[in-house]
Every structure is written in C-alpha cells, then in structure tokens.
C-alpha cells in the first residue's frame, strides 16, 4: 500500500468519526470527505476520479452552503474552488485541479470550525 492511499485510508474515517450534527454539518463533512479523496486521486494524476469525486462533494456543499448560515463565505469560496478543480480535471490538468481541491478542502475545514 502506498503512502497516498494510507492517508485517505486514515483521513476519510477520522473524517467520519469528526460527528456532524446537523443536516448543514452532515453535508459539510461529506463535501470534506469527497474533497479529500479527489485531493488524493489528483496527487496521483488520477484526473478523471478526481473529477468525479469533485462532483459529489460539490452537491454536498452547495447544499451545506444554503444550510450553513455563519459559515457562508467559507463554503461560497469551497464551491468556487469545487468548481474549478472540476474544471481543470475534465482538461486532465491534475495538478492544477488539486490545487483548487486544497483550496476548496481549507475552506471547507473552516465553515466546519476546524
């Protein structure tokens, strides 16, 4: 097992294990989750599941964006970036695409508080 798989084998359950409470947290911390896996697809040039992956966490957190009064502009800027990593990995611009997924994962991470 590589070293990028082992990260997503362990980020993905402490993900899991973080407790979203409400509906808002729950579609954040899934966003997180999605956005971690592209993370680790687009480090290993994997363009076509860093963009699917991108999507799902894109539909949680646009969802988590309408729910998540006081952490609006965190999630508005996780979208953004959601979007243009989704962008760049259907050009197969891995690199540029993760770029926006540590983008998108920092933003994220803040509306949840972390």
């Known amino acids: 097992m ?3 798989m082992s990260k997503i084998i362990v980020t993905i ?3 899991l294990l973080a407790g979203a409470v ?3 947290e729950h579609h954040a911390a899934q966003a997180l989750e999605h956005a ?4 680790v697809h687009g480090s290993m040039g994997h363009a076509k599941e860093l963009t699917e992956h991108a999507n799902v966490a894109l539909t949680h957190a646009q969802a988590a964006e309408k729910e998540h009064a ?18 760049h990995g ?4 891995a690199e540029v695409a993760n770029k926006h997924m540590e ?4 933003h994220i991470k803040a509306s949840l508080g972390q």
């Open 90 to 93: 259907k050009m197969g611009h």
């Open 13 to 15: 359950p402490a993900l």
């Open 70 to 87: 006081e952490a609006h502009e965190h999630m508005t800027q996780g979208v953004k970036h959601l979007n243009e990593a989704i962008k």
């Open 103 to 106: 983008e998108a994962i920092t």
């Open 22 to 24: 409400g509906a808002a």
């Open 36 to 39: 971690a896996v592209a993370n």
């Open 2 to 4: 590589n070293i990028r």
